[in-house]
């Protein structure tokens, strides 16, 4: 090799590592995000590393979901399904549509999307009726039932076909759950490999918090005497990749006419649930089914409850129980598989 060729070789490495280094440089920093507020008529905390913060993404997906699928948004799609305008399905729609067919199935009917009519009538849904009549409530819950099941809709196409208008379909007992998993893929396609979904207490997870460790999720212990006290939690999970539901019976409630009304509504009956499970944690492959999964549970009790996540194979559950003046937690025997501690 001559003078001149060794100058250029010399000149192109000293070249190849100065564009190494200024690469270096402008690889991006990443940083602990914190994203919170209300959303859905309950509160979101959102946390993540990424490159910046995602805070108008997030929003934007809250947005596109609240267009499909709230039940209080009078332009959304959900809403002209119920209120019988025509109208094209989207792809969340569909999503939600065909994971509350699999759980409907799953559950023997306890879970159910056509249930809204019954909610209303026992004044937990969007339309709240009077308290109703001792005297007429047995002949106005056979009244109801007759369009409430999910054998009364079906999906053809981009459209829903009811075989009564009176049908009204309700995605709230797997709308916290399928936002969460929206978020969470909003989060991953911004690169985002730690994170922590969190609305209204159903949590998508994954990868580790700011201090390196896996991130700490809570279930809350039932206040059975509902005196207001500070609420305690049960146990504290430590996870890095889970999706997660809660369902309880122990807040939304209300006493008439001498007995308990949880705002759990079984669909195949028409009326309250009453046994002795007060909350049922879940945990499945997406948050979404988790949802659906924990409502299921409150409809159909502990011991019916164990026997459809077993049937599940991609779930488990933790279920506090109330046994005499106690709390009993009950788990599925592959609970252990899906938390860390």
């Given at each position: 090799m001559t003078a001149r060729q060794r100058t250029i070789s010399a000149l192109l490495g000293i070249g190849i590592c100065a564009a190494l280094i200024w690469g270096l440089d402008e690889a991006p920093k990443l940083s602990y995000y914190h994203?919170?507020?209300?959303?859905?008529?309950?509160?979101?905390?959102?946390?993540?590393?990424?490159?910046?913060?995602?805070?108008?993404?997030?929003?934007?997906?809250?947005?596109?979901?609240?267009?499909?699928?709230?039940?209080?948004?009078?332009?959304?799609?959900?809403?002209?399904?119920?209120?019988?305008?025509?109208?094209?399905?989207?792809?969340?729609?569909?999503?939600?549509?065909?994971?509350?067919?699999?759980?409907?199935?799953?559950?023997?009917?306890?879970?159910?999307?056509?249930?809204?009519?019954?909610?209303?009538?026992?004044g937990f849904g969007k339309k709240v009726k009077p308290n109703p009549d001792p005297s007429l409530k047995g002949r106005e819950v056979d009244s109801l039932r007759q369009f409430v099941g999910f054998e009364k809709v079906q999906l053809i196409g981009h459209k829903v076909v009811k075989a009564d208008p009176r049908v009204q379909i309700d995605g709230g007992a797997v709308a916290k759950g399928q936002a969460c998993d929206m978020i969470a893929e909003v989060l991953r396609k911004n690169g985002c490999t730690n994170y922590l979904v969190d609305i209204?207490?159903?949590?998508?997870?994954?990868?580790?918090?700011?201090?390196?460790?896996?991130?700490?999720?809570?279930i809350t212990k039932p206040n059975l005497n509902n005196d207001g006290a500070q609420e305690e939690l049960q146990e504290i999970l430590a996870v890095s990749d889970i999706c997660m539901a809660t369902s309880g019976n122990y807040r939304n409630f209300y006493y008439a006419d001498g007995e308990r009304r949880s705002h759990t509504i079984d669909p195949r009956t028409g009326y309250p649930v009453q046994h002795s499970l007060l909350s049922a944690t879940v945990v499945s492959s997406t948050c979404m089914r988790a949802d659906a999964l924990a409502t299921a549970c409150m409809v159909l009790g502990a011991d019916k409850a164990l026997e459809m996540i077993e049937r599940a194979e991609d779930a488990a559950c933790y279920f506090i129980v109330a046994q005499n003046d106690s709390l009993v937690v009950v788990t599925s025997p592959n609970w252990s598989d899906f938390i860390t501690k």
């Open positions: 994203n919170q507020g209300k959303v859905f008529g309950t509160y979101y905390n959102i946390r993540y590393e990424a490159a910046a913060d995602l805070e108008d993404s997030i929003q934007a997906a809250f947005t596109a979901f609240d267009n499909s699928l709230s039940l209080f948004n009078p332009h959304s799609i959900l809403s002209a399904i119920n209120d019988n305008r025509d109208t094209l399905t989207n792809a969340s729609f569909e999503t939600m549509w065909a994971e509350a067919e699999r759980v409907h199935a799953l559950s023997g009917g306890a879970f159910d999307i056509t249930v809204a009519p019954l909610v209303n009538y026992w209204g207490g159903e949590v998508v997870a994954h990868g580790v918090n700011d201090k390196g460790n896996p991130w700490h999720i809570g």
